[in-house]
């Protein structure tokens, strides 16, 4: 029993640490994501952040929000399926999730203006094909995902999948920019949509090293 204890101890410290890193690389990402927004709260003018799309005058087509619903939620499901510790976690609300929202916000806007306008439209002023916009614009997101080794315990193998994924998630996104005339809302709705559900937990399970740990060895949620 003594043994046991002491197992449970040294996890739910490592898991406060675990919390902690995951915290401020969401955090830190999360204040430098925002800095271009907090330039156009200010009044500054960015082209690239005008008309994200939400303008009754500029609205999307219907079916390009009804795809970035299913697109959202059909990525949280095969993620809660291939990541346990997420769908775990889904009943706990906490600072630590309060954090994971702003982040999943923050992210949905300013990635999507990154990966789908301003890569897209670039290559499209460039003479290339949508089908190669899509794709360039599917693995610049997936390989600017690489990130996840570094936090994964430098563990590749680990972390192909979700690389992979990712890299598929961005080709749907680029489909659903141009499915809906290039308005960056069902984009926006979609990304935002995926984080707010997966974040942080899946963050924290990259940091921990838990991928796959719950589903192999059964290691009670409380301790995730």
């Known amino acids: 029993m003594k043994t046991l204890q002491k197992v ?36 500054y003018s960015i082209t690239m952040f005008q008309n994200l799309g939400f303008e009754r005058e500029t609205f999307a087509p ?96 680990a972390t192909l999948p979700a690389i992979i994924s990712t890299s598929i998630l961005g080709v749907f996104l680029a489909t659903l920019y141009l499915a809906g005339g290039r308005n960056l809302g069902p984009c926006i709705f979609a990304h935002a949509l995926i984080n707010i559900v997966i974040e942080p937990w899946l963050m924290l399970s990259a940091v921990s090293g838990k991928w796959h740990t719950q589903h192999r060895l059964r290691i009670p949620a409380q301790l995730l």
Do not use: C, N
Not at 123 to 131: D, E, Q, S, T
């Open 8 to 43: 449970q101890d040294k996890e739910g410290s490592k898991q406060m640490t675990d919390r902690r890193k995951t915290a401020l690389i969401l955090g830190t990402a999360t204040l430098i994501m925002f800095s271009p927004l907090a330039m156009v709260l200010a009044g």
């Open 62 to 157: 219907p079916l390009a929000w009804i795809l970035a619903t299913i697109m959202g939620i059909g990525y949280v499901l095969y993620t809660m399926k291939a990541i346990p510790v997420v769908l775990a976690k889904q009943r706990e609300f906490s600072w630590f999730k309060l954090l994971g929202i702003l982040s999943a916000v923050v992210g949905g806007i300013v990635e999507e203006v990154f990966f789908r306008r301003w890569i897209m439209d670039m290559f499209m002023l460039g003479g290339f094909a949508p089908i190669l916009q899509v794709i360039i614009s599917g693995i610049a997101f997936g390989l600017a995902h690489t990130s996840w080794t570094l936090l994964a315990k430098h563990d590749f193998m």
